[in-house]
Antibody
Framework: QVQLQESGPGLVKPSQTLSLTCTVSGGSISSGGYYWSWIRQHPGKGLEWIGY???????YYNPSLKSRVTISVDTSKNQFSLKLSSVTAADTAVYYC??????????????WGQGTLVTVSS | SYELTQPPSVSVSPGQTASITCSGDKLGDKYACWYQQKPGQSPVLVIYQDSKRPSGIPERFSGSNSGNTATLTISGTQAMDEADYYCQAWDSSRYVFGTGTKVTVL
């Protein structure tokens, strides 16, 4: 059973960079076949896909956030990370990581982390 | 950008059938999936590729997709099915989520 766990600061100051890490257990990122996504959910609102990474380091980002997002992977630690720069209060949200399929008509997120709330405030 | 629209809320009596719609331009030409999210919890995939159920998802959950509308149907709705439901599709190289529907079991 694949499990994902987000970690990182719960409070970030405006204009700074939000940094989160997702640790994967029960499966290896480097085995391939899956992408690894970040998704966020503003308080009381819907879901927004931020981007994903493949074990090779290939990334794809939501165009609406692309200029501020960097996703990286550390296969030796079975982790992948999110950096979101120049944050504002509008980036306050619960951030989730998820295992993702992409291609051949199969686009879904089948395993999710528990989520971590990040608040942007001075 | 592509948008998926859902009704904000659906009410259903226990044991009855709940239908949740998801509308998007030519959605039937894409594959849709559905997630269930209970308060304070992460989303759970309940339907993928329009109508497939992941392992462990009860048979009362089913899906369809045609034209501009995908539909999630919960047959014999139980109190435990009360949750928010989100549809999702892939368009123009990004994952798009629907606006979400709160299902209330009265």
């Amino acid at each position: 059973q694949v499990q994902l766990q987000e970690s990182g600061p719960g409070l970030v100051k405006p204009s700074q960079t939000l940094s989160l890490t997702c640790t994967v257990s029960g499966g290896s990122i480097s085995s391939g076949g899956y992408y690894w996504s970040w998704i966020r959910q503003h308080p009381g609102k819907g879901l927004e896909w931020i981007g994903y990474i493949y074990y090779s380091g290939s990334t794809y980002y939501n165009p609406s956030l692309k200029s501020r997002v960097t996703i990286s992977v550390d296969t030796s630690k079975n982790q992948f990370s999110l950096k979101l720069s120049s944050v504002t209060a509008a980036d306050t949200a619960v951030y989730y990581c998820a295992r993702t399929t992409s291609g051949y008509g199969d686009y879904r997120m089948d395993y999710w982390g528990q989520g971590t709330l990040v608040t942007v405030s001075s | 950008s592509y948008e998926l629209t859902q009704p904000p809320s659906v009410s259903v009596s226990p044991g009855q059938t709940a239908s949740i719609t998801c509308s998007g331009d030519k959605l039937g030409d894409k594959y849709a999936c559905w997630y269930q999210q209970k308060p304070g919890q992460s989303p759970v995939l309940v339907i993928y590729q329009d109508s497939k159920r992941p392992s462990g998802i009860p048979e009362r959950f089913s899906g369809s997709n045609s034209g501009n509308t995908a539909t999630l149907t919960i047959s014999g709705t139980q109190a435990m099915d009360e949750a928010d439901y989100y549809c999702q599709a892939w368009d123009s190289s990004r994952y798009v989520f629907g606006t979400g529907t709160k299902v209330t079991v009265l």
